[in-house]
């Protein structure tokens, strides 16, 4: 009996395990998705800026700076939309950019591996609230997948 607990036990561990990795990885993906949706609406409007810019130009009409500025606060919009993606994607895998080199590094790094700058304490509240919701959100998608095999068990036994 207990080689069979503890089988159960490490596939359970193991299905946890794996179930959170996907989840992650998952989740990333997502975002990067998000990322390059992005990217593609930032050059759909510099194409359409170019344009309205060299049709002017064309007609040797003045170009008009105002007319242009609300496609330009849009690419600022989505440029912070990209930026807020990819500290979600650090946050994701437990990690900072250091303020000097931009590297992706370590949450609990005192010094940056590539460049050596020193890295701001991140204090053990901000830590723990960082795991915390890390925690908040496995549970969240382990639900998910509980509900998901609760209905799909149902559809099986109809």
Request: aromatic letters at 6%; a negative charge.
């Amino acid at each position: 009996m207990e080689i069979l607990e503890k089988i159960g036990d490490a596939a359970s561990k193991t299905y946890k395990f794996t179930a959170e990795k996907t989840s992650k990885f998952a989740k990333e993906t997502k975002i990067k998705m998000q990322i390059n949706e992005h990217k593609g609406d930032i050059k759909d409007l510099y194409i359409e800026i170019g344009e309205e810019v060299y049709q002017k130009f064309v007609k040797d009409e003045e170009i008009d700076i105002v007319s242009l500025q609300s496609r330009c606060e849009e690419i600022q919009e989505l440029s912070n939309k990209i930026v807020e993606c990819k500290d979600e994607i650090l946050r994701l895998n437990e990690k900072r950019q250091c303020k000097n080199c931009y590297e992706e590094i370590e949450i609990s790094a005192n010094y940056c591996p590539n460049c050596g700058a020193e890295q701001e304490q991140v204090s053990y509240e901000e830590e723990q609230d960082e795991k915390i919701k890390q925690q908040d959100e496995n549970n969240e998608q382990k639900e998910e997948i509980i509900e998901e095999k609760q209905d799909e068990n149902e559809e099986q036994e109809n």
